[in-house]
């Protein structure tokens, strides 16, 4: 898996699923050694787990890492700090905010797959994507595209002979 490496503080980073992450703090090394660091998922603490390490790399360089991101990982991160200035641990002695989003992998899904009707009969195709980022669609009919067609369903309102084709739908995530 790809590694990515960045600093706490600055603005939103995005992975792919499955990359390692890893977000450095630190300070200066003519500044105060840094005694102690929490880094929150929101407001929640993190433990150290199979997937979340956190190592302390100098006395003034910590770093937390995301073992195979998932979107499950998607959120706003902070990191309160310590040092050895400090009278004790609190956002107000130090915090750095960041947010992690994890690009997966989509999910289509097209209702019906296949349709028969009848002539005179009224028929919807819904297209539904499952992803991080919200999906443009295009609907083509015998690999044309149908004029107009930007929305997640396409429908046939008193099918006729000519309706009767082949109907496809493209979806694209933009980064």
């Known amino acids: 898996a790809t590694t990515t490496v960045t600093q706490a503080g600055e603005t939103a980073h995005t992975w792919e699923a499955g990359q390692n992450v890893i ?3 630190g300070k200066n090394s003519n500044q105060h050694t840094i005694e102690q660091v929490i880094w929150y998922n929101g407001v929640y603490p993190i433990t150290e787990d199979d997937r979340y ?5 100098s006395s003034t360089l910590f770093k937390l890492t995301i073992s195979g991101s998932t979107a499950a990982d998607n959120g706003d991160y902070a990191v309160a700090y310590k040092t050895s200035s400090d009278a004790q641990l609190s956002y107000k002695y130090g915090i750095r905010e960041f947010t992690i989003k994890v690009l997966g992998t989509p999910v289509v899904t097209v209702t019906p797959a296949t349709a028969r009707v009848t002539e005179g009969s009224d028929v919807t195709f819904t297209c539904v994507v499952q992803a991080s980022q919200t999906p443009t669609y295009t609907w083509l009919k015998n690999n044309v595209t149908v004029t107009g067609s930007t929305a997640e369903t396409i ?3 008193n099918a006729q002979h000519e309706n009767a084709a082949e109907y496809q739908v493209s979806c694209r995530l933009y980064r």
Not at 53 to 57: A, D, M, R
């Open 23 to 25: 977000v450095e703090f």
């Open 53 to 57: 390490t956190i190592t302390k790399v």
């Open 155 to 157: 429908g046939i309102t």
